[in-house]
Structure formats: structure tokens, C-alpha cells
């Protein structure tokens, strides 16, 4: 059987390539381009809805596939953007395609889409139904989990985007990241200083996200 670690194995086959801050995955109207999974940096994904604005649909950190939701069509619909230079390995969509021949490939890749359309729906629910305060303390700390090994949350960090795209992401003010980030640096959660989170207290996330957060399955 094979694991999602032997599955990462057969990206790193290839070679990473290397992108720097504001250079594109793809773009929307891109032939789909398979799985990639980054090496090192950060990659955001957004599409243009149909009033020409741009939302945001997640952020990528190391050791996460990017294009999982890309995968059952022949085209891109949305973007991939690099926010922070990064190398990635990409699996294209023909060998991807040659490998899902095989029932434990097939099995794997479904497995991360039937995530992928998990988490989707947490974040629709959070968008809907919480707080400014509780989304964006789900956000710090949903990063702060996926920033650490599997099962660890990570204390010191730099958060991967800027505070107006986690409004965007999120579907609060810009104005509201700020003053909701210095409530919980009041609560005692953590200590922040431009985009550096330092004493992370996950007591106290846990707390101020009303029990909301994702629940993930496997580490990245």
C-alpha cells in the first residue's frame, strides 16, 4: 500500500525548480499542470471573480501539495502566485495521470482531493458563522500547526502573508486583522511584530477560536 510519504517520494523524483516572489504556478486559462509540492517558500492561490476582483483561496507552506483542487479539469480556473521565493516539485499531469493507472495512486490522490474539499467547507462554515476575532484566530493557528512537525504546533513563526491578504482570505477589513491581532496579544496569546507571531500560547488559541479549527488527519 503505498503512503502519502511514498507519494512525496515519487515528486522529489524530479528536480525542483526554483521561482521567485511574484512569479506564477499557472494562471487561469493554463493547461492543468499535474501536482506540485513545495520544497521551500510560499505559494498563494486566488481566482478573479466575475466583478474583476481577486480572492484568495489559500496560502502553501513546505511540504504541501499545491493543485489538488485544480486536478479534475483540463484547464487551470484560478492562479497560483510565489509570495515568498521557493523551490517546488512538480509531478505533470501526464505522469500523474500514467500513475493513477494503479489502484494505490488512484486511492492516495483521492484522498488529499476528498480533504482538500473538507477543509473548503470548514472554511466556507467559518466564514459564515464566526467572529472576526475566531477566524482569524483559527487562521494563526491553523498556520502555526501546519508550520510545525505533524501532531506539533510552532511557537516562533512568520506568518506567509500580508495582513491585507489575510483580510481578503479571511473576509474581514484590513483594519479589523489589526485590532483583532493586538485582542489576542492582549488575551496573552502571543506576541507579534510585523509579520513574526513569537510566544504562541495553543491554550489560549484554542480558546479564542471557539473550537472551530480544522480538524487535519495527517501532517503535511
Not at 517520494?9 to 493554463?30: A, H, M, N, T
Not at 507552506?61 to 479539469?73: A, F, K, T, W
Amino acid at each position: 500500500m503505498m503512503s502519502r510519504g511514498q507519494l512525496q517520494d515519487v515528486i522529489r523524483q524530479s528536480p525542483p525548480r526554483q521561482y521567485r516572489k511574484k512569479q506564477y504556478l499557472w494562471r487561469e486559462g493554463d493547461k492543468c499542470s499535474g501536482l506540485w509540492l513545495i520544497k521551500y517558500g510560499v505559494v498563494r492561490t486566488f481566482y478573479i471573480n466575475a466583478t474583476g476582483i481577486e480572492q484568495i483561496t489559500g496560502f502553501y507552506l513546505p511540504g504541501e501539495y499545491v493543485g489538488i483542487d485544480e486536478l479534475p479539469g483540463e484547464w487551470h480556473r484560478g492562479y497560483a502566485l510565489v509570495t515568498a521565493d521557493c523551490a517546488v516539485h512538480q509531478l505533470p499531469q501526464a505522469q500523474l495521470d500514467a500513475l493513477m493507472e494503479t489502484c494505490e495512486v488512484r486511492r492516495q490522490v483521492y484522498q488529499l482531493m476528498s480533504e482538500c474539499l473538507y477543509l473548503n467547507r470548514v472554511r466556507v462554515h467559518q466564514l459564515r458563522r464566526l467572529s472576526a476575532g475566531e477566524k482569524l484566530a483559527g487562521f494563526i493557528y491553523d498556520i502555526a500547526s501546519r508550520s510545525g512537525f505533524p501532531g506539533s504546533v510552532l511557537k516562533d513563526f512568520r506568518l506567509p502573508a500580508l495582513r491585507c491578504d489575510i483580510a481578503n482570505y479571511t473576509g474581514v477589513a484590513p483594519e479589523t486583522v489589526t485590532r483583532e491581532m493586538l485582542k489576542m496579544v492582549d488575551a496573552g496569546a502571543f506576541l507579534f511584530s510585523g509579520k513574526y507571531i513569537t510566544g504562541l500560547r495553543p491554550a489560549v488559541m484554542e480558546t479564542l477560536t471557539g473550537d472551530q479549527l480544522p480538524c487535519r488527519s495527517a501532517g503535511p
